[in-house]
């Protein structure tokens, strides 16, 4: 599958089951336990922030006075014995999370290798991702590749070509950075007005990761690269896909961009390059070469077929725009969105992710009335450069139809549009680098849908 057939030109009709294949916590579709946990959960957050929040006082009050009087009988759990230690073996999620999964969307294209799955951004919390559900862009299938007979080569415009094994990358001196990876291609149906319904379909090209790695400059100083001619280079993945990216020297030298072997704390997994993969922070997902095997130095771009062919984006007036690096700022609301249910009115904290390719996020803003009014949001610490930020907002839902909005700023002042400030310079051919404004519908009863105002 190419990306830009990632658009099947049919709006996906969500089987029957969807609501809970699509990874929602039960939480939503269960009733009025899974309700409580809800608030439960939304008050533990909420008091962790900084000011009391006067929109809890306001809200319903959970628990009810007096609460649960089965506390006072003691569960199984608390007199018998427990499970012995899981010390051999890796550790497992609760069965009782089976739900929390990677998914591929219905409406897509779909072959066995060049596909997509999605991150259940709905379900998680903080800014990392964890492996086991970081989204997935293969171009043709992964492979878990033996890391003694790996080998990355370094060539064009050095003195030395060199050839290394990944012990000899290994112990090279090696930094840990936090960083968001986005595909170019997320939130691209919703280019053409086609709603997918969740926050996994529409957002969940993206993941974020502590990458342990060796910065690629180093390795082009050991191959003794002509810094002062060279322009770019050329990564080159280790899979059937072909797959070549041309790099400005620019994000190199800085120093970001690392030859990566860990993601968040062990070695990276084979769905997302084991057991080496290029980091370019800020960055459209498909120059984070996996299974890198080669960089060639040189002075111009390469124009290879990812980048002369695909990730272009069409203009108005028939232009192309090509080499578009950088993924610039965006947010989404995680929760309530789409594919939830409010069960009740009453209080809730909004929250949701916001990030850029050109740093830090300065500042999100939340409306709960599609874009009349906003409210700043609280940002979670840490705020890292180009890696996802948590934002937190206390609202009271009264019940009435809602449309809530998230608009981040970067520390560049770049603030993101709406989609018709959007449109207006990009037209509506593009697939590519959609950054527009998500509009989430909380309807009466509750249900919440993907829209789209202007
Ligand atoms: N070798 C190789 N590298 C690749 C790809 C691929 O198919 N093969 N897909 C690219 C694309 S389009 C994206 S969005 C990211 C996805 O990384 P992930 O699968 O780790 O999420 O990897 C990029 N690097
Ligand atoms: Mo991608």
Redesign the pocket.
């Known amino acids: 599958m190419k990306?830009n057939s990632i658009m099947s030109g049919k709006v996906q009709k969500a089987p029957e089951n969807f609501l809970t294949q699509s990874g929602i916590r039960e939480v939503f579709a269960e009733g009025k336990k899974g309700r409580r946990d809800f608030i439960r959960n939304a008050f533990a957050a909420a008091a962790a922030g900084v000011a009391a929040p006067v929109a809890m006082a306001q809200g319903n009050p959970v628990p009810t006075e007096g609460g649960d009087p089965n506390i006072l009988n003691l569960p199984e759990h608390a007199t018998g014995l427990g499970q012995g230690v899981a010390s051999e073996g890796y550790g497992k999620p609760s069965k009782f999370e089976t739900n929390l999964q990677r998914r591929q969307s219905p409406g897509l294209t779909q072959t066995a290798q060049?596909s997509?799955s999605f991150a259940p951004l709905q379900s998680l919390f903080g800014i990392i991702t964890p492996s086991g559900l970081?989204?997935?862009?293969?171009?043709?299938?992964?492979w878990d590749i033996d890391p003694s007979k790996h080998r990355f080569m370094i060539n064009g415009m050095v003195k030395r070509n060199m050839v290394f094994t990944m012990d000899e990358i290994m112990r090279l001196p090696s930094v840990s950075r936090f960083h968001f990876?986005?595909?170019?291609?997320?939130t691209a149906v919703d280019w053409g007005n086609v709603a997918v319904p969740t926050v996994q379909y529409t957002h969940g090209?993206l993941?974020c990761s502590e990458f342990t790695g060796v910065p690629l400059i180093t390795l082009l100083e050991l191959a003794g690269a002509d810094l002062k001619n060279a322009k770019f280079i050329l990564a080159?993945?280790?899979?059937g896909?072909s797959?070549t990216?041309t790099i400005p020297m620019s994000l190199i030298t800085s120093g970001e961009v690392l030859v990566a072997y860990g993601q968040n704390g062990e070695m990276?997994?084979p769905?997302?390059?084991y057991p080496l993969?290029?980091v370019v922070p800020g960055v459209?997902?498909?120059?984070?070469?996996?299974?890198?095997r080669r960089i060639e130095v040189g002075d111009k771009p390469y124009a290879a077929k990812?980048e002369a062919i695909h990730?272009m984006d069409l203009q108005p007036g028939g232009l192309h725009r090509q080499y578009t690096n950088i993924q610039e700022v965006k947010s989404v609301v995680t929760t309530p969105s789409g594919g939830q249910v409010l069960l009740d009115k009453g209080f809730y904290n909004i929250t949701g992710l916001a990030w850029s390719g050109k740093g830090k996020v300065k500042r999100v803003d939340v409306s709960v009335d599609g874009g009349r009014n906003w409210r700043q949001a609280r940002l979670e610490t840490p705020v890292l450069s180009k890696a996802l930020t948590r934002f937190n907002l206390d609202w009271v839902w009264d019940g009435k139809p809602a449309i809530l909005q998230s608009r981040a700023q970067d520390e560049t002042g770049h603030v993101q549009p709406t989609y018709q400030q959007l449109r207006g310079v990009r037209g509506t051919r593009s697939i590519y680098h959609n950054n527009a404004i998500q509009s989430w519908l909380v309807q009466e009863n509750g249900e919440v849908k993907n829209v789209q105002v202007s």
């Open positions: 990306e060049a997509v970081h989204f997935e862009r293969h171009h043709q299938g992964w990876i986005e595909c170019g291609a997320n090209m993941s080159e993945g280790g899979d896909s797959m990216r990276l997994r769905e997302n390059g993969r290029l459209q997902g498909v120059s984070w070469v996996k299974y890198l990812d990730y």
